[in-house]
């Protein structure tokens, strides 16, 4: 392919992968039970535009307090699962890494649990969750940091499914000991992943981290493609690998710890969403982040409004986005062989 | 001197020693070639001397200033590095792979912009690769992926190249190919090398002074001709071996035959 159509090809993806989230977006806002029409939600969402325009009272509520924040949770949550992913395969050099690699989601599902089973409110769970998933990451690579610089990706990873095996073990120890008339089974739905009950002043607590991570990983972009060579290498190429490191860990666990506090597990995400991306555009991660953000808030938003109106009792999400996730990663890798040529 | 190492030591662990009072230089304009056989240290002497494991005792000098007390970008501005060809684990487009040689030279949120891409350019150009530009390192043969990888190294814009085997797993013609690329470098861009290698016959033909890394740990060196021998060959591969010059119309060359273990 000549080098002016690619260009011209990455603007048009640029531009669909913005414009997606958005008008899917504004699509879900309508979606539900109460449905409402497109000219209502632009009428609710931008007053500016239509003077004169009225909204009644209810539509104006349902917007504001039900579906527009869940919207942009799902957006916010989805683009930075897929980037956390997308991140952690390129700092560990391996395609099989998920935001979950260094023990994050065992670790904030176990303070959540603990969090449920002590009968903490809302608030304190998600900050269980968040204080876990952050100790646990800090447990995994503690446990390898000064073992020697060989081959430290690998020991990462298995410092991180270490770590992660302790935390589910916890887990367990916790739906044993939880009451199975009213704690375990809200444990339980807990750790199936929703978006339900999302109000702004929740997801004003957990949005920032989930932003601020994913922004640190767009503007360090670039580096990811020389950490995923050989240690060696990307230190002969002048990278200090360590900051690098540490630092994109560090912005995964926020954004993968403030997801699970908010959503509960959601998986497949972080894995099959960056290696669509790439199939769409090349392993350069100057163009995978980007692609992240806008498919991962559109399968995310996609999925959620599927499992909120689908019927009447809602579908955990998490359910989905295996049950949807699964077959198009199948089909897409025998269409294309893995990678793009 | 562009390059120097004094007294360098070093061993894996407390107590085995691996590198014995390496002592050797590089001049500028020069080709060093590194002999050794298979476990003597050769890749642990690359390592040691460009700073990624550290000496024991001793130490390396650019220019005269040990290598320990410079910077790691500004270290890596001055040394391209050009590792056995290896894939990794995403593959990424030949051009891709160049504009990585521009890390050194980049901070951390900072992008490759037009100027970066015009050099990483140049330097496919400079080697005679342009044509792979866009295609993926995995769907290259090893002998232009070995190209790529010394593009990489030359978007780096180093004064001294460190080639770890270049030619191990090619055939003759890409084993040619690259020796003339190193050949070239030094002679038409003032790029010095040190060249890993485990052809006697490329050492000759190609460099300025020569190594050989012995299993003792220690070394032998000196220009081509002189360390090049029968009888040093003998003992440090264990091997008997017979030198044999060939005058062909291009010039003249020496052969290396290994005949039988001593």
């Known amino acids: 392919m000549k080098r002016e159509t690619r260009q011209k090809k990455y603007v048009i993806l640029a531009i669909a992968l ?76 391996n395609p099989l890494a998920t935001p979950d690699t260094l023990g994050v989601a065992s670790g904030a599902s176990f303070g959540a649990a603990f969090a449920i089973l002590l009968g903490f409110g809302m608030m304190y769970i998600q900050l269980m969750a968040v204080v876990w998933g952050v100790i646990a ?58 978006l339900t009950d999302t109000t702004f002043s929740r997801l004003a607590a957990g949005a920032p981290m989930i932003i601020g991570g994913t922004l640190v990983i767009y503007l360090v972009r670039w ?77 995310l938003l996609a999925t959620d409004t599927v ?31 893995g990678v793009k040529s | ?41 050769k890749t642990t002497l690359l390592k040691c001397m460009l700073g990624l494991l550290k000496w024991t005792s001793g130490d390396s000098y650019i220019e005269g200033v040990p290598v320990s007390g410079i910077e790691h970008r500004e270290l ?40 970066d891409r015009e050099i990483a350019e140049s330097c496919l150009d400079r080697i005679g690769i342009s044509h792979l530009r866009d295609r993926l390192c995995s769907r290259i043969s090893g002998g232009e992926l070995q190209m790529a990888l010394i593009a990489r190294a030359l978007a780096t814009d180093p004064s001294i190249l460190v080639l770890d085997e270049p030619e191990s797993n090619l055939d003759f013609k890409n084993q040619l190919i690259v020796m003339d690329t190193i050949r070239s470098l030094r002679d038409d861009h003032h790029i010095s090398s040190v060249v890993n290698t485990h052809y006697p016959e490329h050492a000759l033909s190609i460099s300025d002074s020569v190594i050989i890394l012995r299993s003792d740990g220690t070394i032998i060196s000196g220009n081509a001709k002189s360390v090049v ?23 003249n060359y020496t052969c290396v035959m290994p005949i039988s273990i001593a």
């Open chain 1, 223 to 299: 580096r990811l493609n020389v950490m995923s060579l050989h240690e060696d290498e990307a230190k002969a190429l002048g990278v200090n690998v360590k900051r690098v490191r540490v630092l994109v860990i560090a912005a995964c666990t926020m954004i993968t710890a403030a997801v699970i506090a908010m959503c509960g597990q959601i998986g497949w995400i972080g894995l099959l969403i960056p290696h669509i991306a790439r199939m769409i555009c090349g392993n350069d991660n100057r163009r995978v982040i980007p692609a992240c953000i806008g498919l991962g808030a559109t399968f």
């Open chain 1, 18 to 93: 913005v414009a997606a989230p958005i008008l899917l977006g504004i699509a879900a806002i309508g979606v539900g039970r109460y449905s409402i029409g497109v000219r209502e939600i632009l009428e609710c969402l931008l007053p500016p535009l239509f003077p004169g325009a009225d909204v009644d009272e209810v539509t104006s509520r349902v917007i504001f307090d039900i579906r527009l924040p869940r919207v942009l949770l799902a957006i916010i949550a989805g683009a930075g699962l897929a980037v956390a992913g997308a991140a952690f395969q390129g700092i560990f050099a």
């Open chain 2, 229 to 251: 021998t029968e009888e040093n060959l003998e003992k440090a591969f264990g091997v008997n071996v017979k030198l044999h010059d060939i005058t062909s119309a291009s010039g």
């Open chain 1, 137 to 194: 990451v800090i447990v995994a690579v503690a446990l390898i940091s000064g073992s020697g610089g060989r081959g430290s990706t690998m020991m990462l990873i298995l410092a991180g499914m270490v770590v992660g095996a302790l935390f589910s073990a916890l887990l367990s120890i916790i739906k044993y000991v939880a009451d199975p008339q009213d704690v375990l089974p809200s444990i339980t739905y807990w750790l199936m992943g929703s």
């Open chain 2, 76 to 115: 890596w501005k001055r040394i391209g590095y050009v590792p056995q060809a290896k894939l990794s684990a995403f593959a990424y487009t030949v051009i891709e792979m160049t504009l990585l040689g521009r890390s050194a030279h980049l901070g951390l949120f900072e992008h490759p912009n037009d100027a």
């Open chain 1, 307 to 337: 499992a909120r109106s689908v019927s009447s009792a809602e579908i955990p999400v998490s359910i989905l986005t295996s049950i949807i996730g699964a077959p198009i990663f199948i089909i897409l890798l025998r269409k294309t062989g």
């Open chain 2, 1 to 41: 001197m562009i390059f120097e190492v004094k007294n360098g030591n070093f061993g894996y662990g407390k107590r085995k020693t691996t590198l014995r009072d390496i002592s050797f230089s590089l001049r500028r304009d020069s080709i060093l070639s590194i002999l050794g056989p298979n476990g003597a240290g």
